[in-house]
């Protein structure tokens, strides 16, 4: 059996992609987090999971994120699969609709991809 064990993303910010995924996530916690550096340049890097799988996040990101609409090389997306959304809790009582609505008027990047 194969699963996947985690992602390795370059972020602008750890602590607004932490709040985003912390909100997505609530059952997963930090596993861990250092200094380091890569390829001579400081970083921060934080592992952000279960058990199971987890996320990393390294707060060394150069530059924008890749444009969505457009057909830059990188990655476009990843799915997560959930069989219990409760949007009211985690959306302030908002409404599924009005939430993403509220989301893509104010859309801000929280991470970045290279």
Not at 2 to 24: G, K, Q
Not at 64 to 89: D, I, K, M, W
């Amino acid at each position: 059996m194969i699963h996947l064990e985690h992602l390795n993303l370059v972020v602008a910010d750890i602590p607004s992609t932490l709040n985003f995924y912390r909100a997505a996530l609530p059952h997963w916690r930090i596993r861990g987090g250092d200094k380091g550096s890569w390829y001579g340049k400081p970083r921060n890097w934080v592992h952000f999971g279960d058990d199971y799988q987890y996320l990393t996040f390294n707060d060394s990101g150069e530059g924008q994120n890749r444009e969505l609409s457009g057909h830059q090389v990188g990655l476009a997306h990843f799915a997560l699969v959930t069989s219990n959304v409760r949007p009211h809790r985690y959306n302030g009582g908002l409404s599924p609709n009005e939430s993403e609505r509220r989301y893509w008027l104010n859309y801000k990047p929280v991470t970045s991809f290279t």
